[in-house]
C-alpha cells in the first residue's frame, strides 16, 4: 500500500479491491480518528434519522452496505453520491456516528422503564416488540399524519420530551400509591 494511494480511492474503488487489500485499507481507516462531516451536533440531527442510524448501527452483523446507508441517512445523501466519496472519509465519518450513537444509547437508557408487578401481569412487555415506533406514535397523539413531523424535530428535543413525560408518569404512580395509604 502506498500512502497517496491510501486516500484516494472513493468507496466503490474500495469495495472493489481484494479482500486482503480491503481489510488492510479498512483496518487503517477505522483506526485513523473520528470526524464529523456535518457542521451539525448529531444530538440536533433529525430524531427519525437517529433512529434510523441505531437500527442500522445496533444490528448483529454490519455489512459495508450498511455502512453505505448509515452515511446516507447522516449526511441526507443518495447511495451515488456517497459511494463517489472518499472510502477514508466515510470510514473516518462512520468511526465519528459510532461515537455520536453509543453516547445516545447512553442518554437513552436514562429512558428505560421498570414495570412493577401489575403491568407485568397485563402485557406491558407487548409493547417491546414496536421498539421507538411506540415513542413515535405517542409523540403524534397516535395521528399517523403527524409522524414525519415528530421525526424531523432534533433528538436533543424528542429525548428531553420523553425525559419530562417518564418523570411524570413516575410522579403520578407515587402520588397515587400515596393516595391509596
Do not use: C
Not at 448529531?42 to 444490528?59: A, C, F, H, S, T
Not at 477514508?88 to 445516545?104: G, M, N, P, S, V
Not at 421525526?151 to 407515587?174: C, M, V
Amino acid at each position: 500500500m502506498r500512502k497517496d494511494e491510501l486516500y484516494d480511492y472513493t468507496f466503490t474503488e474500495f469495495v472493489a479491491l481484494e479482500t486482503e487489500e480491503r481489510e488492510l485499507y479498512k483496518a487503517f481507516g477505522l483506526k485513523a480518528g473520528a470526524k464529523n462531516l456535518t457542521k451539525i451536533d448529531p444530538q440536533e440531527w433529525e430524531w427519525g434519522r437517529v433512529k434510523q442510524i441505531q437500527d442500522l448501527v445496533n444490528k448483529e452483523y454490519l455489512w459495508l452496505s450498511d455502512i453505505v446507508e448509515v452515511v446516507m441517512v447522516a449526511l441526507n445523501m443518495n447511495r451515488e453520491e456517497v459511494e463517489q466519496m472518499k472510502w477514508f472519509d466515510i470510514a473516518r465519518f462512520y468511526t465519528f456516528i459510532l461515537k455520536a450513537i453509543t453516547e445516545i444509547n447512553t442518554k437513552e437508557q436514562s429512558l428505560s422503564y421498570e414495570p412493577d408487578a401489575k403491568e407485568m401481569n397485563a402485557g406491558i412487555e407487548e409493547f417491546n416488540k414496536f421498539s421507538w415506533f411506540t415513542s413515535l406514535d405517542r409523540l403524534a397523539g397516535g395521528d399517523v399524519l403527524k409522524y414525519d413531523e415528530v421525526g424531523k424535530q432534533p433528538w436533543s428535543i424528542i429525548f428531553t420530551k420523553l425525559l419530562l413525560n417518564k418523570t411524570d408518569a413516575e410522579y403520578h404512580k407515587r402520588l397515587i400509591r400515596q393516595n391509596n395509604v
